[in-house]
């Protein structure tokens, strides 16, 4: 390993490959300096506006699917006791990914020492406030400028781990042309009791509900998702030109959600995404609620703010749907918990009128039918309501937190 100027170490990426037309361009690595990275971003080609088919959205050049190169990046903070794993999964891919790097962030752990003995490319961020995103861009305002049509950019969490297909089936979409971006469906990793077991549950119904829309998505995940690099550098060529909000990375550093984010920045700009059922992987759960309610109050509220950025347009107009449901849900579920209180104090009982008797049947088929492929013991579970409904209502309170934090500007918390 080498220094890198500003902290950090990193082994060079190896961009050049033997035989390859474009391997002549990919000589530099990917540690450079300061001016030279200003010169090699600035005189990068922008890419070719993508045609426009009947539906409004466009898409990109068809390339043979054995001929893109895939450079998978794995941003890591003090990820020692899942990074090997991840990588492990890479490696027992159907379609090995060409190119492992590794994005050491700010790390004071093992999970450098022990990803360069798996065999993979460490690079060490410089001076990275702004987490996830900040890594990720420091290393793609260096890569991106070498890619070509040929070439896509899979970033994955390093406490998730692939299915065996995820990326054949993804390359196969992408190089098709008609997706932009190839997201995965995930489920949960062991472990967390309880709490782990209820995000399991949602992980499931979730993408049963993907499945059933035909990997229609609204989200591209962060936990694993693959792009056309083309698609990347026009990103970052629209927030330089003002087209999309954010400073010219691919990431923007000022929100809480930057996938959530980075999705609408795609779908601005025309491109389709899809996340299909092919293309499957587990990630980590939060083990507490503590940390649950930390991790989905920044996905709330972000995903609100990043709306608020974006504005009211066609785009939009699906995802603000959804938060105006959100609203109406945590309404709904105070009244009938209300209505419930109500009947044990002053009636002496529960005694639900005939509405809400109908909505708790409804509630009920829902919850066994949609958690089915987790096992009997789950939609057992499911089937008393009362169980789940602590999740719920758990989640619900996380969302009226979001709401009154993003309308009141509180501070922004990682």
């Known amino acids: 390993m080498r220094p890198v100027s500003g902290g950090g170490t990193a082994v060079p990426p190896r ?83 060409d190119q492992i790097v590794v994005i050491a962030d700010n790390c004071t752990d093992g999970t450098a020492a022990f990803a360069q003995l798996c065999g993979v490319e460490i690079v060490g961020t410089r001076a990275n406030r702004h987490k996830k995103a900040g890594a990720l861009n420091q290393v793609l305002d260096r890569l991106l400028p070498i890619l070509g049509p040929n070439d896509a950019v899979m970033v994955m969490d390093a406490d998730s781990a692939l299915d065996p297909g995820f990326i054949r089936h993804g390359v196969g979409y992408l190089a098709t042309g008609r997706y932009a971006a190839v997201g995965g469906t995930f489920t ?20 049963r509900d993907v499945r059933r829309l035909h990997g229609k998505a609204l989200v591209l ?10 698609t990347l550098q026009e990103v970052v060529a629209a927030r330089r030109d003002r087209r999309l909000p954010g400073l010219p990375h691919v990431y923007d550093v000022r929100v809480l959600t930057e996938d959530n984010e980075l999705t609408l920045a795609i779908l601005h700009l025309g491109f389709r995404i899809l996340c299909p059922a092919e293309c499957t992987l587990t990630t980590e759960v939060m083990p507490t609620w503590r940390e649950l309610a930390r991790q989905r109050l920044r996905w709330k509220r972000g995903a609100l703010e990043n709306l608020v950025d974006y504005g009211w347009t066609p785009i939009t107009r699906p995802y603000w749907g959804r938060q105006l449901l959100s609203l109406i849900g945590i309404i709904v579920i105070t009244a009938y918990l209300g209505s419930l209180a109500y009947s044990v104090i002053w009636l002496g009982g529960v005694k639900l009128n005939p509405l809400w008797a109908g909505v708790t049947v409804i509630f009920m088929v829902e919850r066994v039918v949609s958690v089915r492929r987790r096992g009997a013991v789950q939609m057992a579970l499911a089937s008393t309501i009362v169980v789940e409904m602590i999740f719920d209502v758990f989640l619900q309170t996380v969302q009226a937190r979001a709401f009154w934090q993003a309308a009141w500007r509180k501070e922004r918390k990682w």
Do not use: C
């Open 15 to 97: 961009f050049a490959r033997p035989g390859s037309p474009a391997g002549r361009h990919r000589a530099a690595p990917i540690v450079t300096t300061s001016d030279r990275l200003a010169s090699v971003i600035t005189s990068a080609p922008r890419p070719r506006a993508a045609p426009k088919h009947r539906d409004g959205r466009r898409s990109l050049p068809p390339v043979r699917a054995d001929a893109m190169w895939v450079t998978v990046l794995i941003p890591a903070h003090n990820e020692v006791g899942q990074i090997t794993e991840t990588i492990a999964s890479l490696r027992r891919q159907e379609r090995p990914p």
């Open 188 to 207: 949960g990793k062991p472990g967390g009791g309880a709490v782990g077991m209820f995000q399991r549950n949602e992980y499931a119904r979730y993408a």
């Open 221 to 230: 995940t962060g936990t694993a998702t693959i792009f056309r690099a083309t």
